[in-house]
């Protein structure tokens, strides 16, 4: 088996190492811990919910065509 060597163009970049992608599926042990809460709880009769995370607030309401839409 021989090797060639090809030049590489102007601002090619080479990797170092090669890489590998990872899934980015949940393992099966790990999706099992995934809680499921329904909007009818969240909500409780309310048309919008008032999210508080990392300092910003969320709201999530509950649109005429019964949608949710969670905007900052």
């Keep these: 088996m021989t090797t060639t060597a090809m030049p590489l163009h102007p601002g090619t970049e080479v990797l ?22 329904s909007s009818e709880l969240l909500l409780k009769g309310a048309r919008e919910l008032v999210i508080q995370h990392q300092g910003n607030e969320y709201h999530l309401r509950l649109t005429r065509n019964d949608k949710l839409i969670l905007t900052k």
């Excluded at 090669?18 to 099992?32: C, Q």
């Design 16 to 37: 170092a190492r090669p890489f590998r992608l990872l899934s980015l599926k949940k393992l099966p042990e790990l999706a099992s811990e995934t809680r499921r809460v």
